[in-house]
């Protein structure tokens, strides 16, 4: 072998090894923000846009989190594609993963910066590292914010509510099919009031649970809205908080919130919502509590649920990423260190709300209606 092709080797490598540490990203630079998306598909969880009170900087800043290792909340390495972002700086959006193979990130709506020109929809291919913008049939469809995206087992990504033209309150249900990309529109009839920065939940390949006192659900399949009544200790009115599903599909579970903006107290961040009895409780924490936070995101990564960024907290004492430890139903809890050890969402045999009788009162909704 010369020591010439050696050489040439060697130097590639070097080169790949640069490349590697130029996009990584020092987690101590990075701004505070909120109403950024987070998008997990395969190992990685994406962070794109969002607002600072710091810096406009992170409007358009697009990075992710390698979760397929183990890492520690206080030191996590961040990876940058910013550099390869075609989409504008803007915050509010909705986003989930979808497409043929379920590996495209599909971005809606968002309410961008300084009045900038901002396509409805952006997609980006995680197997290319490519950003595009799909040309999409159907129905003619307006681009709003501060809505939440959920996505089902058949491509289709559902979209309530949210503000439209900076003011308008909306409630009405957008539906993208990921796979055909083609809008559609679901039914009115009995739906929430007109609201925005809500929580919502997918439960089952039928249904999507939108968080109340009385509980909204959205039959995906027969386009209906009904209504269960919920018991327990239940949550204060709410808004800006996240959601997610328990392991075994039985429970919601919701962190956070601003009400009456004031921040909630870190005792009364936390609650979950048992699906079979339809019953809020405060689950135990066998550890430190940290601060409440808003207008973040979270996502199930394996046992984890996984808080980012958000306003509300102190950096000094709190990390930007949280992890709850939520593998036990008894006690929960908080913890610094991420182990990799299952990836998978929870596969749901039974729906927990198929059973219960459906009522149509008129319900108190958790989030907030302009």
């Known amino acids: 072998m010369s020591k010439n092709y050696l050489t040439h080797i060697v130097l590639w490598l070097l080169i790949q090894l640069l490349v590697e540490v130029e996009c990584q990203i020092d987690s101590f630079k990075l701004a505070q923000r909120s109403g950024h998306t987070s998008t997990f598909i395969d190992s990685n969880l994406y962070i794109l846009g969002g607002r600072s009170e710091e810096t406009e900087r992170v409007g358009s800043e697009f990075f992710y989190l390698d979760v397929s290792v183990s ?172 959601s997610v599903l328990g392991l075994d599909g039985q429970q919601v579970i919701i962190f956070g919130g601003i009400s009456n903006l004031n921040n909630i107290k870190p005792q009364h961040a936390l609650y979950v919502l048992d699906l079979v009895n339809l019953e809020w409780y405060i689950p135990k924490i066998s550890s430190s509590i940290p601060g409440s936070r808003y207008w973040h995101r979270a996502n199930l990564i394996g046992k984890y649920m996984v808080i980012s960024f958000g306003f509300g907290y102190d950096r000094n004492v709190d990390n930007d990423i949280l992890l709850l430890d939520i593998s036990n139903d008894k006690e929960y809890m908080w913890t610094n260190i991420f182990n990799p050890n299952i990836l998978k969402y929870p596969i749901l045999p039974n729906d927990p709300l198929k059973d219960l009788p459906k009522i149509n009162p008129l319900p108190v909704i958790i989030g907030i209606s302009i």
């Open 71 to 242: 890492f520690d909340t206080q030191n996590i390495l961040w990876r940058d594609l910013t550099s390869i972002n075609i989409v504008p700086k803007h915050n509010a959006a909705a986003s989930v993963s979808g497409g043929a193979n379920n590996k495209t990130l599909f971005l809606y709506g968002g309410f961008p910066y300084n009045n900038t020109a901002m396509d409805l929809v952006y997609t980006f291919d995680t197997q290319s590292n490519s950003w595009s913008i799909p040309k999409i049939t159907g129905d003619n469809i307006v681009m709003k914010n501060n809505l939440k995206g959920i996505i089902n087992v058949y491509g289709k990504m559902f979209l309530f509510g949210g503000i439209f033209n900076g003011t308008t309150t909306q409630n009405d249900m957008l539906i993208l099919d990921t796979k055909n990309l083609k809008w559609g529109l679901g039914s009115t009839i009995n739906a929430p009031s007109p609201r925005a920065v809500y929580g919502a939940t997918y439960v089952s390949d039928q249904h999507i649970l939108y968080l109340v006192l009385m509980i909204y659900y959205y039959d995906m399949v027969e386009d209906l809205w009904l209504t269960r009544v919920t018991s327990g200790t239940i949550p204060s009115d709410r808004d800006s908080f996240s």
